[in-house]
């Protein structure tokens, strides 16, 4: 992890060291996020979620813990989103898990079902895009998702990209409120308000 000071035109470097509990869970970071309290999270492909926390001068770290259903079942940690309520929807290569950081517990998590069609589109998520209204957008390995956070509704997002790929790891919102999806594929705009992609 890299923090550019601009003043000093350089950057700090953040790794993971082998027995200090205060740093970085692993070295191959995935994402960072910034809640709303200013809190720096960084998803690592190893060792799980780490948080910034300037009162223990380090890096407070969530994984996965052998043999503790309720910690988070996967350490590849490839997206975030804050609920607003201090927990975290947390997308690991084993689906979305609703995780409460205090406890370190999952409270729920949405898997992959091949029988059912409200579940996950593939269990591998990359991104996590929340709306205002409830909603997030998940984007996965087969597609895209969408979670109404109130009432814990899933559904899959059928898209005719044109691209053999819907391996979606990348989403950003534009103006207008469509979605810009980037995938292995190529780009797509899709817009949720009349289905269109292009």
């Known amino acids: 992890l890299l923090l550019w000071d601009d003043k000093a035109q350089r950057f700090s470097a953040y790794r993971h060291r082998q027995g200090d509990p205060l740093s970085l869970g692993a070295d191959r970071v995935f994402e960072v996020m910034h809640d709303r309290s ?17 009162d223990i001068g380090g890096f407070e770290r969530y994984a996965h813990r052998p043999g503790d259903p309720r910690s988070l079942p996967d350490s590849p940690v490839g997206a975030q989103a804050e609920e607003g309520d201090g927990t975290l929807w947390v997308g690991t290569l084993k689906g979305l898990h609703l995780f409460d950081p205090p406890s ?3 409270l729920k998590s949405y898997r992959h079902d091949p029988g ?70 190529g780009l797509t705009r899709y817009d949720p308000r009349d289905g269109s992609v292009r």
């Open 38 to 54: 200013g809190t720096l999270w960084v998803g690592t492909w190893e060792g799980g979620a780490s948080r910034a926390d300037l």
């Open 104 to 106: 370190g517990n999952v």
């Open 116 to 185: 059912k069609a409200d579940s996950l589109s593939d269990d591998r998520v990359f991104f996590l895009l929340p709306e205002s209204d409830g909603r997030l957008w998940i984007g996965t390995r087969a597609g895209l998702n969408l979670l109404d956070r109130k009432s814990g509704s899933l559904r899959r997002i059928p898209l005719k990209t044109g691209s053999s790929s819907e391996n979606f790891t990348q989403a950003a919102r534009a103006p207008d409120g469509a979605l810009w999806l980037g995938s292995f594929g």
